[in-house]
């Protein structure tokens, strides 16, 4: 769901710069190429001559919450919100990106606000679906009004429902699961962890279009039930905050999340009633790194967990925090030298 709304926001903005200016044309095609760095310094040039243009403040803004880095992006994001025309879609689509702000800086009352102003706004349908989108998952929807909140050192819990006292046991949980995880990385996350602990899965998935676990690890949101372990989404949250500007690969990601999950299961005895499930004869780690998301999740999170256990038992901890950063094969190659390959062999070799 969250794809399909990138998607329209994405058309609702090819639509807008169709026939604008080059220099605007410009900095579209380094946004739909990924090169923000690129993107941010052509903006910021632009701007000097013109520092009060939208379309160029909302692009820089853009490639600035594309590196997470939300609190840079903020000011252009407020220029941007400054369009004269009411139904304007960049003045709408900022609005967006200021409620996210201010929820990352726990003003939540402004964040709502900023949200409620941004609906106003006649503007694209998708628009329109991308607020309401964050609004339901950052808990302003009325359903959330009589969820009970806790909160702890590390996390502010919101529970649909507390009548079965084994919330106090997940709570517990949760805080072990930060502390074991962050013995390895070492983290401070810009804000306490908001979690919404759901009892209904028909509720999730009509309020938050989601019945699953899943982490916005920018943010620190989690949206998960006490029937899902609790460390994954956790070791989301900590480990991709844990470096600026992380070079992410989703079978890397979700390996390590798999990793440090805390539930002490067998990984290999799970993942080998995993092949036997696909029918899988022979592994290959280098394909399901470069194509993952061409792979079964099942197979290629629990693949990838075992390849980070196996990489952080050859390397160590500091190895592979240096290369927890850029999580290409390239990197991987620079970081852990040319005897790589062999070792991904005999990882291979005892699986095939």
């Known amino acids: 769901m969250r794809k399909l709304f990138i998607v329209l926001l994405i058309l609702c903005a090819w639509i807008e710069l169709h026939a604008q200016s080059p220099?605007?044309?410009?900095?579209?095609?380094?946004?739909?190429?990924?090169?923000?760095?690129?993107?941010?310094?052509?903006?910021?040039?632009f701007l000097e001559n013109d520092p009060d243009n939208i379309e160029f403040n909302f692009w820089v803004g853009k490639a600035y919450t594309r590196k997470s880095k939300i609190e840079e992006a903020f000011p252009y994001f407020e220029k941007a919100a400054m369009h004269k025309d009411p139904n304007s879609t960049i003045k709408a689509r900022a609005q967006v990106y200021i409620g996210i702000y201010y929820f990352?800086?726990?003003?939540?009352?402004?964040?709502?606000?900023?949200?409620?102003?941004?609906?106003?706004?006649?503007?694209?349908?998708?628009?329109?679906e991308a607020s309401e989108f964050w609004y339901e998952r950052l808990g302003f929807d009325d359903f959330f009004q009589d969820w009970s909140q806790k909160e702890t050192e590390h996390f502010i819990f919101y529970f649909q429902d507390t009548t079965d006292l084994n919330y106090k046991r997940f709570i517990n949980n949760c805080e072990q699961a930060y502390t074991a995880i962050d013995t390895f990385f070492h983290v401070t996350l810009p804000k306490k962890i908001d979690y919404y602990v759901w009892t209904s899965t028909t509720d999730a998935r009509n309020i938050i279009k989601s019945a699953g676990a899943f982490a916005m690890s920018d943010i620190c949101l989690i949206h998960g039930n006490t029937n899902e372990n609790e460390g994954h989404e956790i070791a989301?949250?900590?480990?991709?905050?844990?470096?600026?500007?992380?070079?992410?690969?989703?079978?890397?990601?979700?390996?390590?999340?798999?990793?440090?999950?805390?539930?002490?299961?067998?990984?290999?005895?799970?993942?080998?009633?995993?092949?036997?499930d696909y029918d899988i004869k022979k592994i290959d780690v280098k394909k399901v790194w470069d194509n993952c998301e061409k792979f079964p999740a099942n197979y290629y999170y629990h693949l990838g967990g075992l390849f980070v256990e196996a990489l952080i038992n050859e390397y160590g901890q500091d190895k592979f925090l240096e290369f927890f950063a850029d999580q290409?094969?390239?990197?991987?190659?620079?970081?852990?030298?040319?005897?790589l390959d062999d070792f991904i062999k005999e990882f291979e070799s005892g699986f095939n």
């Open 236 to 276: 989301h949250v900590i480990s991709l905050n844990s470096i600026e500007d992380i070079e992410k690969n989703r079978f890397i990601t979700e390996g390590t999340a798999v990793y440090f999950d805390q539930t002490n299961l067998d990984i290999e005895q799970w993942f080998e009633g995993v092949l036997d």
């Open 23 to 45: 220099k605007l044309k410009e900095l579209w095609k380094l946004y739909r190429k990924e090169k923000f760095d690129e993107l941010i310094e052509k903006g910021e040039v």
């Open 328 to 339: 290409s094969y390239k990197n991987a190659q620079a970081v852990f030298g040319k005897e």
């Open 104 to 128: 990352f800086k726990e003003k939540k009352d402004k964040s709502k606000e900023a949200f409620l102003e941004g609906q106003k706004i006649k503007s694209y349908s998708g628009i329109s």
